[in-house]
């Protein structure tokens, strides 16, 4: 259902997008998630949106540095990374569920589909 990409390697400030697949998502609405991992830490949150509405929903520590979007000729939810930090890195995952979760948006559990993940390195 959901596949992502866009990851890489770039300096700190430096600015990646990466991109959600969303093909198998027709009919109903959802909710989409991207999470990051870092080694050894927990999954968590980073942002989310809703296909019925757009509204979006943030970690604090991207706000202003990160915009999610859906890209509707592409059928993709995107997430626009601005001035990356090292603290940034990890691997990112999209994950999905139908309808709106708007309360529980920050937990893994909320979701019932999940992509592979996409690596992002942020160093000089």
């Known amino acids: 259902h959901l596949v992502e990409s866009g990851g890489g390697l770039v300096p700190p400030g430096d600015s990646l997008t990466l991109s959600c697949a969303t093909s198998?998502?027709?009919?109903?609405?959802?909710?989409l998630a991207w999470f990051r991992q870092a080694p050894g830490k927990e999954r968590e949150a980073v942002a989310c949106i809703s296909s019925l509405s757009g509204s979006t929903l943030y970690q604090d520590s991207v706000k202003g540095r990160f915009t999610i979007f859906r890209d509707h000729a592409k059928r993709t939810v995107d997430l626009l990374m601005n001035s990356l930090k090292p603290e940034d890195q990890g691997t990112y995952y999209c994950?999905?569920?139908?309808?709106?979760?708007?309360?529980?948006?920050?937990?893994?559990?909320?979701?019932?589909?999940w992509g592979q993940g996409t690596q992002v390195a942020v160093s000089s």
């Open positions: 994950a999905a569920v139908y309808g709106e979760i708007w309360p529980t948006w920050m937990f893994p559990s909320s979701y019932e589909y």
């Open positions: 198998g998502f027709t009919g109903r609405h959802y909710t």
